[in-house]
């Protein structure tokens, strides 16, 4: 186990979430065997401060139900999650809540992710109306800039309420400073002339009032907007931050296309100020002219509020331009996991390596391009491939050493193996078609010893005995990959290529 | 608390389509009939007159076999004459074998149907969107006991369970004071327009009838809720709201139930049809706790099929216009909102 | 999970719900205000008289103790005996069985009969006469009471026209169908036409708001599914369009049809008991309305009983026909 | 130069819609050769989806084919229609826009064939997989069986046998030849035990085997061209890789061309000899990969191209266009350049209809056309529109 990484902001651990179905008492008594759909097993990462880790790997992968499982927007199986040191699943409901503020979540879809029924502006400021903000916080010192119109000759003085803070976001220096005027005002009353002063920020929010005693001009500063208002402004100023405008607040979400809704889910994310944000696929229901606007939105965000990303998606290209390091994920399980141009410009992982290859590239040199493309289809997550997962479809399955066989006929024989464990051949035509040729057909690289070992398999399978056929080849071709699982245990450096090549 | 797309969607199926306007016109109508029934009620339908019993309406007349006897040169003679009886104005509708007034009834009947109609319909929903939405947002053993428990009452036809219910609960009414009535402002009114005054001040709700109408239809309702919880809690912007630390009370307050409002608000229109013809059902076959209902002047006037055909056909066609109207208003709710729920509720 | 497998936990959950219908008419009598002594003694028994009674009825057992005795009957077939009558329950319930099962099957033969067709015709000639007539029908039909129906037939047509009996059931199917057989063709083809005769009215009755309410859902099912784009995808390939219409969507459109049939047998049943008052069908539902007037336990709770689990069985056979058409209800 | 096997000229497809009229599809032109995959790429309401619709006759109400011609070269069609439609036929090629609708009907399989996006959604989720390709296979064999009489394809197979057959699942309709027919065409694309995976439902299959046998369905026919409507979006990479090779392994050995529609550049990249590039119904860029890719004119591709993360090198940040796709509802369309309000290089003579002006081409036998004045001048600075012409153009009506 990797020590503690200290300045990891987030250390998952083990992670695991698996799906129980068909476990109703009459399912069981019916002999229906309740199965578990192994959706995240055993995952574990560490999230770096300010930093972009890539969460990437096709669908079924369980790379969504990570990111919501270590929110706790799922009940984990197995695991644990730590968030600046504390351990997330162990959080009481106020420890959860102030978790809550520090950690957000942004979704894929653009016409499931926003209420329909809610304005813009209540889905933005519905996180601060659930955490009582804005709240005053007492570290925050208030202030006001003051200005006295020339004319005026008395000497002034500025109280500001405490809670100006409230409205008024602190500046670099930790204090909530808000512009005031003081001007003389001609009245026609008896003694021809007032104070009066205005703030010049949030006016609608903020009020300024003048006394006068004893020659001297008494200006207090204090919130007259109410808290409801105050969530409405801050909404509306998240709204222009992301690239819409502040009077669309009271919009609904259908009046919105697919990439305006994502900004709104970003400033929905953003209300709390959290430090750590999971985008769940952001851009992935988007077009791509739309997708760029959204990707550099999220780059000035990272950069303006030191945020970090856990950024899920299966779209290659768009994970190499915005992560600092990737995970690349099968089956529930973390295949290899580094810094982003290494793992794009060297794969050490097979599955990695045949993921890069899949990806069409838009530039001419593409026209053509014939791809080795991997046999088969996922696996399923209910019952996944003892040892390496990937070994059912992996080109480079290893070989036992005591025997010599070229890598291609050894991937032809391994999916003759599965085929045999699926009984999807058929003996009749086995039979007819003789084994050693239908061996040739099916499994052209191989002879000699291990030829007459498949023969002798094939034999078995026209005669229908299809386990005799199985453990022949498996007592001759058994590879570790199906014995045991590859180490994806985070090293020193936190990186993870889970495959026996690298062992 | 309705969105303002649903209004548009409203609005845009309403112009496009003539039978969701027939089904307004024709559900307002029931709704004033029955609010005004004292105003446009020719007579105190409760009013018997055994001299004008059995009348017809305009444009029809009857003819029915006299006996008299009479004193002919000494000796006591039965004398059969057919005497022909003619509709008056008065009763433009007929009259009931006890005189009263066959249109008044009607007028006071729809109160009666528009009264069980929507206040069951509010008790189902009451009861069975609750249990559904809890049901279906918290799954596991409650929904699981609830599903069964659904299933069980469904095994009982809401028409079957009803009748035993009322009739082992007895038909406990309620006397409530007719609001123009009791402000005085009826008579007068009448008397200007020459009607005749001293309408009841009064009228019978069915307790026992609404409350067992509730509890007889609150399953679809509670199937329609946990449907729509189950979909809604899978939503993202309910995992968003979970994501920004909103209790589940908020979640199913503020997220769940208004957007299950749409199916629920059809299926509602479909129970108010469902509960009136119900409610008919009810009276027809004596197990309703009041008189002035539609079903009970049909089951009197099922005795005059043959002399008095209208007692019993008028309110039948007051059933089929007011049900017509809401079913049309149903249909238009579910085309313009598409709700997708199909073939739900009923008696 | 295989189609017999499925078949088999449906089993098992019908016999769960008919456990829960007999528990709930159970309990219906503790939910009555006064008690069932009320209905037997009369009414100046004295306190002696009205316990002895009580006791005689197994009513001072504690609760639980009468539940079981209640259900360890019932398995045995014995419901006791009418509190009124002094008949066996079963017995007299199960006499009116087959009549109110004639008259369920007729209307549904009807209503089954009639909607598919109207209802696909009109989905597929929209905005034709067809369809307009056929929804005008149909909403008609749902917005009609059924016992008013009735009792405008029997004015119009046995009234006024003579054509069909007001009320009663000369023969029953199972009566008709042994004169055929034992009397010969003759009187057998007698015995039917009479049987058909009286069941015409109360069927015709019955079937209408079912008809109506099959037909507006095959239509909106229907126009439903012509729109999904594995249709498309069928015409796209060169499918002639009546294949495409019957082969494909009207299939898909039958497995929700054949859902809510099972859901919406309640209101066919509850139907039938209003229908069988408007026309004296000696069927349950007149056997139902009597035994609740007159307080007799044993015949109200045999005949919910009955009900309850005929409409189990029915479910069950409905189950079986929609599994067989969507076979993804099997893999779930 | 390749004989082109179908002539697209002027479609034109509109949506009579409540709201208005939307011009999904406006005056498109493009050509398809033997064996050729012609790449039609553009963002969701391009209008890319319906063009496919609109060459298989397949747009439903509202939608309707206002306009355009579609020449598809077949010598016996266009012998036969010779005298009873002498301006529909030219040479060997026939207008099928002008032909009946009953024959059009006839042309989905023998001459087109379609793929679509989810396969999921696009099989009858109560019937086998095996008995639905047999039923495309069944069809071509009665077709070519009687030609003459439409109705032949569903000789003896009366409405009452179709109602049965609704509620009980047979085969009658299917010859047994026509069977043994789909399990080769299933194993033909690489679907492993085809006889049990024949009797199997939709939903046992997985997204990639289920598209595998969407294409077996379409070969039933023979088709000429194949148009394949986004076949890998809803499908994970590798899985696209396998069906991306099928379709190309196909195309050679089945002789056939593809009309291939998809948002996915690099897809286009891989498979396509020439593209044409939609934005907002029409086609504002086409020509040969290399000219569109390497030396893109029209703003809009380039600003397609821009926005692309790239694999190889990541660029720091992307340069995306501005602002959002128009709504494409006549009242809202002015007579300008549609794409004059978002782009980079707009000037005052965008500001009325553009049609396609031939740009220089690199590659000797593709042409290279453009929807856009760029074409042939150069961009002029003191013509630029404002930012507030812009704004103007969006709102002018």
């Known amino acids: 186990m990797t020590d503690r990484d200290d300045d990891a902001l987030l250390q998952v651990r083990n992670l695991r979430k698996y799906y129980e179905d068909g476990g109703g008492l009459l399912d069981r008594f019916l002999g229906n065997e309740a199965t578990s759909v192994k959706a995240v097993d055993g995952v574990s990462f560490d999230v770096h401060e300010g930093e972009t880790l890539g969460l990437v790997g096709e669908s079924g992968c369980g790379k969504s139900t990570t990111g919501e499982t270590l929110l706790r927007l799922r009940e984990a199986t197995g695991g644990t999650v730590a968030f600046d040191g504390e351990e997330v699943f162990d959080l009481d409901d106020e420890s959860l809540s102030a978790f809550r503020r520090r950690a957000q979540i942004v979704f894929q879809d653009p016409f499931s992710s926003l209420d329909p029924r809610m304005t813009v502006g209540a889905i933005v400021a519905e996180g601060m109306r659930i955490h009582g903000l804005p709240e005053s916080d007492p570290t925050v010192a208030t202030d006001a800039e003051l200005t006295v119109a020339d004319e005026t000759d008395r000497t002034v003085d500025v109280t500001v309420a405490d809670d100006l803070d409230r409205v008024v976001e602190a500046g670099d220096d930790g204090v909530a400073r808000v512009p005031v005027t003081v001007q003389r005002v001609e009245t026609d009353d008896e003694d021809g002339v007032a104070y009066d002063a205005t703030v010049d920020e949030y006016e609608e929010l903020l009020g300024a009032t003048v006394e006068e005693r004893d020659g001297e001009l008494h200006v207090a500063v204090t919130v007259t907007g109410s808290a409801r208002q105050i969530r409405n402004a801050r909404a509306g100023a998240l709204l222009e931050r992301v690239g819409l405008s502040a009077d669309q607040v009271d919009r609904y979400p259908h009046e919105f296309s697919g990439g305006q809704r994502q900004r709104v889910g970003i400033a929905r994310a953003l209300a709390l100020d959290p430090e750590f944000i999971v985008l769940d696929e952001p851009v992935s229901a988007l077009d791509v002219s739309v997708q760029a606007q959204v990707l550099n939105l999220l780059d000035d965000l990272q950069d303006e509020f030191g945020l970090t990303y856990l950024f899920i998606a299966h779209d290659l290209s768009v994970v190499r331009h915005i992560c600092d390091r990737v995970a690349v994920m099968y089956l529930g399980k973390v295949a290899e996991l580094g810094p982003t141009d290494e793992i794009f410009e060297n794969p050490d992982h097979p599955y990695t390596e045949a993921l890069l290859e899949s990806v069409p590239r838009a530039e001419v040199e593409e026209q053509g391009r014939r791809v080795a493309t991997l046999s088969g289809d996922v696996p399923s997550p209910r019952n996944p491939p003892s040892g390496c997962r990937f070994r059912t479809r992996c080109p480079k399955v290893i070989p036992p050493d005591d025997v010599d066989i070229e890598q291609s006929a050894f991937r032809d024989v391994m999916d003759l193996r599965e085929d045999v464990a699926a009984e999807r051949l058929d003996p009749a035509e086995i039979r007819e078609t003789e084994p050693a040729e239908y061996r040739k057909q099916e499994v052209p690289g191989i002879t000699g010893e291990n030829a007459a070992v498949v023969d002798e398999a094939l034999e078995a399978v026209a005669d229908g005995e299809f386990d005799t056929a199985a453990e022949t080849l498996r007592e001759r071709f058994e590879t570790v990959c199906e014995t045991t699982p590859p180490d994806d245990e985070p090293g020193a450096d936190g990186e993870v290529v889970a495959c026996h090549l690298h062992d | 608390m309705i969105s303002p797309r649903t209004l548009r969607n409203l609005k845009k199926e309403l112009r496009s389509s003539a039978l969701a306007k027939l089904g307004i016109v024709l559900v307002l109508a029931m709704i004033l009939v029955a609010a005004f029934a004292p105003f446009i009620a020719l007579h105190n339908p409760t009013n018997q007159d055994l001299e004008e019993n059995n009348l017809p309406p305009l444009g029809f007349s009857r003819t029915t076999e006299e006996t008299s006897s009479e004193m002919v040169n000494g000796s006591l003679e039965i004398v059969n004459e057919t005497v022909r009886i003619n509709a008056t104005a008065s009763h433009p509708l007929g009259t009931n074998s006890l005189g009263q007034d066959v249109y008044s009834r009607a007028v006071y009947g729809a109160r009666t149907s528009m009264m069980v109609g929507v206040l069951g319909t509010v008790l189902a929903a009451v009861l069975g969107v609750s249990v559904g939405l809890v049901a279906g947002f918290y799954r596991g053993r409650v929904d699981d006991a609830l599903m069964r428990f659904a299933d069980v009452s469904l095994a009982f036809p809401s028409l079957v369970l009803a009748i035993a219910l009322i009739g082992l609960w007895g038909r406990a009414a309620v006397d409530v004071p007719d609001p123009f009535v009791a402000l005085g402002i009826v008579d007068p009114v009448r008397a200007a327009f020459g009607l005749p005054t001293g309408m009841p001040d009064s009228f019978v709700l069915p307790g026992t009838v609404i409350i067992v109408v509730g509890l007889v239809n609150w399953v679809w309702f509670a199937r329609i809720a946990r449907g729509e919880a189950l979909s809604i809690r899978e939503e993202e912007y309910v995992k968003a709201a979970r994501a920004l630390g909103a209790s589940d009370a908020r979640i199913i307050g503020r997220h769940v139930l208004p957007n299950a409002t749409t199916p629920i608000l059809v299926l509602a229109t479909i129970q108010v049809a469902a509960i009136i013809l119900l409610e008919s059902s009810l009276s027809f076959l004596g197990f309703s706790g009041t008189t002035l209902s539609w079903g009970f002047d049909i089951s009197q006037g099922r005795g005059y099929l043959s002399s008095a055909w209208w007692i019993a056909t008028v309110p039948g066609l007051a059933i089929v216009f007011a049900v017509i109207g809401v079913n049309l208003v149903g249909d238009w709710l579910r085309d313009a909102l598409d709700p997708g729920i199909e073939g739900e509720g009923g008696v | ?332 | 130069m390749t004989d082109e096997i179908l002539k697209v000229r002027n479609l034109t497809t509109r949506f009579f819609t409540e709201e208005g009229q939307v011009n999904a599809v406006e005056s498109v032109d493009f050509d398809v050769r033997d064996g050729e995959t012609f790449g039609i790429v553009g963002e969701s309401g391009s209008g890319k989806s319906v063009t496919a619709l609109s060459l298989i006759d397949l747009v439903e109400t509202p939608g309707r084919i206002v306009e355009g011609e579609v020449w598809y070269r077949d010598a016996d069609l266009a012998e036969e229609h010779r005298e009873s439609h002498p301006d529909a036929v030219d040479g060997d090629y026939v207008d099928v826009r002008q032909l009946p609708e009953s024959t059009r009907r006839w042309l989905r399989g023998p001459a087109f064939a379609t793929i679509f996006q989810d396969p999921m959604s696009s099989l009858n989720p109560s019937i086998t997989v095996g008995e639905q390709i047999a039923e495309a296979v069944e069809v071509q064999r009665r077709a070519r069986a009687n030609p003459r009489r439409t109705r032949s394809r569903t000789q003896g197979y009366g409405l009452g046998r179709l109602l049965v057959d609704s509620v009980v699942p047979s085969r009658d309709y299917v010859s047994e030849e026509s069977h043994e027919r789909a399990v080769e065409l299933l194993e033909r694309v690489g679907i492993p035990d085809p006889e049990q995976r024949a009797e199997e439902y939709p939903h046992e299959f997985s997204g990639g085997m289920l598209q595998r046998a969407m294409v077996a369905q379409a070969l039933a026919g023979e088709p000429d061209v194949l148009i394949a409507d986004e076949p890998t979006t809803a499908l994970d990479v590798t899985i696209q890789a396998q069906i991306l090779n099928l379709l190309r392994d196909l195309q050679e050995e089945e002789d056939m061309s593809v009309v291939l529609i998809t948002h996915n550049l690099g897809v286009i990249a891989r498979m396509c000899q020439r593209v044409g590039v939609m934005y907002a119904g029409e086609v504002v860029e086409r020509g040969a990969l290399e000219d569109v890719f390497q030396n893109p004119v029209h703003p809009y591709t380039e600003g397609l191209l821009g926005s692309i993360p790239d694999i190889e090198d990541p660029a720091p940040r992307l340069s995306p266009i501005e602002g959002n796709v128009p709504s494409l509802l006549d009242s809202e369309m002015g007579e300008e350049c549609y794409f004059a309000d978002r782009c980079p290089k707009a000037m005052e003579s965008c500001l009325h209809r553009i049609d396609e002006h031939e740009a220089e081409s690199t590659v000797d036998d593709a042409a290279h056309h453009v929807r856009c004045v760029l074409a042939n001048r150069e961009y002029d600075e003191s013509e630029a529109l404002g930012p507030e012409a812009k704004q103007e153009v969006i709102t002018d009506d």
């Open chain 3, 1 to 332: 999970m295989s189609y017999g497998r499925f078949l088999l936990k449906r089993g098992l959950q019908g016999i769960g719900v008919v456990w829960g219908v007999v528990t709930i008419v159970f309990m219906l009598r503790f939910i009555t205000p006064g008690s069932a002594v009320d209905a037997v003694a009369p009414l100046d028994a004295s306190q002696e008289l009205r316990d002895r009674i009580a006791a005689e009825l197994g009513l001072d057992q504690p609760l639980y103790v009468q539940y079981l005795d209640y259900l360890w009957d019932l398995l045995q077939g014995d419901m006791g005996y009418s509190y009124i009558s002094g008949i066996e329950a079963s017995a007299q319930v199960f006499s009116k069985l087959p009549a109110t099962i004639e008259l369920a099957v007729a209307s549904s033969i009807i209503a089954i009969g009639l909607s598919i067709p109207l209802g696909v015709i009109s989905a597929t000639r929209r905005h034709e006469p067809a369809d307009y007539a056929a929804t005008t029908f149909s909403l008609v039909g749902i917005s009609t009471p059924n016992f008013w129906l009735g009792i405008m037939l029997i004015l119009v047509l046995s009234v006024e026209f003579g054509l069909f009996p007001t009320s009663g059931r000369a023969f029953g199917f199972g009566a008709a169908f042994s004169t055929l057989v034992n009397q010969g063709v003759g009187p057998g083809i007698d015995a039917f036409w009479q049987w058909l005769h009286h069941i015409i009215l109360p069927a015709v009755t019955l079937g209408t708001y079912f008809t109506a309410l099959i037909t507006r859902l095959t239509r909106s099912g229907m126009l439903e599914e012509l729109g999904q784009s594995y249709v498309r995808a069928t015409r796209a390939k060169g499918l002639p369009e009546s294949l495409v219409r019957y082969k494909h969507a009207l299939r898909n459109t039958l497995i929700p049809v054949i859902t809510v049939l099972g859901l919406q047998l309640g209101t066919l049943i509850g139907g039938a008991v209003i229908t069988e008052a408007v026309f004296s069908w000696p069927g349950l539902g007149t056997t139902l309305i009597n035994a609740i007037n007159a307080r007799d336990w044993p015949i109200l709770q045999a005949t919910l009983v009955v009900i309850g689990s005929g409409f189990v069985i029915v479910n069950l056979v409905v189950d079986a026909v929609y599994a067989y058409l969507d076979p993804q209800v099997v893999a779930e």
